[in-house]
C-alpha cells in the first residue's frame, strides 16, 4: 500500500519552490495567495533563511509547497492509499486526503501559523531533541523537572522532541544525558510547540475551525494525537485543536500505518526528515522523497516498479 507523508515546520528551504515554476503544478502557488492574501510565490522563490523560519512564513511555505509536489505526482498519475503528516503536516494530509479543499486548508494554514508565532512572542519557549532514551525515560525526566517541560514529539525509537520554557528544557537535556542519552540537540524554533505554551492558539485556531468545511475522507489519515486512523469529517476540528498542546505520536502512527498495509512511504515536500524517521521504525519499508521535479519522476518510476 502506498503511504504518503507530509513534513512539518522546520523542513523549509530558501528556494525550495525553484525547480516547481514550469510545472503546471506551480499555478496552485497563485490561488495560495489569493487564499492567504500573502505573496506565497515569495516564500517558495526568494526569502531567506531568516525570514523563512519565522513560524507563519515556515508553515505557509511547507503546506504549499508540499501541495505542489502532491499535485505533480498525481499530474503523473501516482496518488496515496493511506496519509498522515507530521504536525503542521497533518493539514497537508488532509488536503491530499479530500477532508480539506486547497483553499480552505490554505487559509487555515495562514491562521494557525500566525496564532502559533503569536504565542512565540508572548512567552519563550524552546524544544530540543534527546536521542539515545526511550519515550518512557524522556518522559520521567520531564516529570522529575517539575517544571514548564514536555514531551512534544515521540519521532522514533531513541528519538524524541523536549519542549517548555527554554532553562527547564536545558535542566531537563542535563538530566538526559545523566541518564544516558547519547546526546540532546537544541532545535532552531522559537516556541514550545505541541505542549501547553500553545495553549492561547488555541482561540484563534478554533475560530478558523469553525469557518472550515470538513468532509469525509478520500483516504484514510492517521492522526498525530491519538495515532488511529480518521475517515470521518466529524472527528477532525478536535483531533486539530487538541493537536496544538499534545505531543505528536509519530513513532505510533508510522506503526499504525504499516499494520494497515502500508509498506511503500512517499515524502511529499521539503527535505526528508519523515523517511528517515520511517526507516528508524521499520525499516522493511520503501522509502521515497519527492521535493524536486527529478525526485517525483524517480518516485513514479519506483513506485511503477513497485506496482
Request: net charge negative.
Amino acid at each position: 500500500m502506498r503511504c504518503f507523508v507530509f513534513p512539518g515546520q522546520g523542513s523549509q528551504l530558501p528556494e525550495m519552490g525553484s525547480s516547481f515554476t514550469d510545472d503546471p503544478a506551480w499555478n496552485l502557488v497563485a490561488q495560495a495567495s489569493e487564499a492567504a492574501g500573502r505573496d506565497v510565490a515569495h516564500l517558495l522563490l526568494t526569502a531567506d533563511a531568516d525570514e523563512l523560519v519565522q513560524t507563519r512564513n515556515a508553515q505557509l511555505g511547507t503546506f504549499v509547497h508540499s501541495m505542489v509536489v502532491l499535485q505533480s505526482l498525481r499530474d503523473r498519475g501516482v496518488s496515496p492509499e493511506i496519509v498522515a503528516g507530521h504536525s503542521l503536516g497533518e493539514l497537508s494530509a488532509l488536503c491530499a486526503a479530500g477532508v480539506l479543499t486547497f483553499a480552505d486548508a490554505v487559509k487555515l494554514v495562514a491562521a494557525r501559523g500566525d496564532a502559533m508565532q503569536q504565542c512565540t512572542t508572548t512567552r519563550a519557549g524552546t524544544m530540543a531533541a534527546v536521542l539515545g532514551l526511550d519515550d518512557d525515560a524522556v518522559a520521567a525526566v520531564c516529570d522529575r523537572a517539575d517544571d514548564d517541560v514536555w514531551v512534544a514529539n515521540m519521532n522514533a525509537p531513541g528519538q524524541v522532541v523536549i519542549a517548555g520554557d527554554p532553562d527547564a528544557v536545558a535542566r531537563a537535556g542535563d538530566d538526559a544525558k545523566a541518564d544516558g542519552a547519547k546526546r540532546v540537540m537544541p532545535l532552531d524554533v522559537s516556541g514550545a510547540f505541541h505542549t501547553p505554551f500553545m495553549a492561547p492558539a488555541g482561540e484563534a485556531l478554533a475560530a478558523a475551525i469553525a469557518e472550515t468545511t470538513f468532509h469525509e475522507a478520500n483516504v484514510p489519515v492517521v492522526a498525530n494525537v491519538d495515532a488511529a486512523v480518521h475517515t470521518a469529517a466529524i472527528d477532525w476540528p478536535e483531533l486539530l485543536e487538541r493537536q496544538l498542546t499534545s505531543p505528536v505520536r509519530w513513532a505510533a502512527s508510522v506503526t499504525t500505518l504499516v499494520r494497515d498495509g502500508a509498506d511503500t512511504f512517499v515524502e511529499v515536500g521539503p527535505g526528508a526528515v519523515l523517511t528517515g524517521t520511517i526507516k528508524r521504525i521499520e525499516r522493511s519499508t520503501s522509502r521515497h522523497s519527492a521535493m524536486t521535479p527529478e525526485q517525483v519522476d524517480a518516485v513514479v518510476a519506483a513506485v511503477g516498479a513497485e506496482a
